[in-house]
Nanobody, 124 residues
Framework: VQLQASGGGSVQAGGSLRLSCAASERTFSSLPMGWFRQAPGKEREFVAT????????YYADSVKGRFTISRDSRKNTVYLQMDSLKPEDTAVYYC??????????????????WGQGTQVTVSS
């Protein structure tokens, strides 16, 4: 069971990046998928999540209107489109799969498997 995150990099404020998270098994297509991030010296925080149908999404207030989560079940992949990036978005971003098809949550405890993280750096 593996989640492989990619797409991080360095951009200037106002720029965009798209993160991808590929799952190794088709079972992930029936689970919620989420994104979290951790900045240096700070705790890991929720960014966005989507249920297995793609019909329910939640976003952190700090990214609402700028980030968009999506998924392609045929490719077992979830994406995070990040626009209008700000220096405070700088962090390591992690994708995660939910423990249950019935719980799409903002709490890290609702997620079982985690990707290795991808660095996003936004300069002013």
């Amino acid at each position: 069971v593996q989640l492989q995150a990619s797409g991080g990099g360095s951009v200037q404020a106002g720029g965009s990046l798209r993160l991808s998270c590929a799952a190794s098994e088709r079972t992930f297509s029936s689970l919620p998928m989420g994104w979290f991030r951790q900045a240096p010296g700070k705790e890991r925080e929720f960014v966005a999540t989507m249920d297995w149908t793609g019909g329910l999404t939640y976003y952190a207030d700090s990214v609402k209107g700028r980030f968009t989560i999506s998924r392609d079940s045929r490719k077992n992949t979830v994406y995070l489109q990040m626009d209008s990036l700000k220096p405070e978005d700088t962090a390591v971003y992690y994708c995660a799969s939910g423990r249950s098809s019935y719980v799409t949550g903002r709490d890290a405890q609702a997620y079982q498997y985690w990707g290795q993280g991808t660095q996003v750096t936004v300069s002013s």
